[in-house]
């Protein structure tokens, strides 16, 4: 990035975009979402995603039993569950150390965007 860019958030404070990039969540359905212009901000604990974009980029969200259900063109796509109040993807990173995860941006080199 050139200039500096911030993060502001609902309770006034801002942070440091550190990058932006793409990932491919992979979940344990063996389906794959793939997603584009992800804000890396250090300080922040939890990854986020937004179910207002993928529904402009046409997935319907259906939420229903305290779950969440994501399809595209009709097909299913994955499912998440309610853990601490937020909607958690059950996704399944393969690599060296991941197994099951929630949603973490691939590392290369602790490089998210490498």
């Known amino acids: ?24 969540l992979k979940f344990t359905s063996g389906k794959e979402m793939p997603l584009n212009n992800i804000i890396y901000v250090s300080n922040i604990s939890k990854n986020l995603i937004s179910s207002s974009i993928l529904s402009k980029k046409g997935f319907k ?5 305290n779950k969440c259900v994501p399809t595209k063109g009709g097909l299913y796509v ?36 490498a």
């Open 1 to 24: 990035m050139d200039h500096d860019e911030y993060l502001y958030m609902g309770n006034s404070t801002s942070s440091k975009i550190e990058r932006i990039g793409k990932m491919i």
């Open 78 to 113: 994955g499912k998440s569950h309610i853990v601490d109040g937020l909607f958690k993807p059950n996704v399944a990173v393969v690599g060296n150390k991941f197994k099951f995860l929630y949603p973490k941006i691939i590392m290369n080199n602790n490089n998210p965007f």
């Open 61 to 65: 969200m259906t939420f229903e039993s």
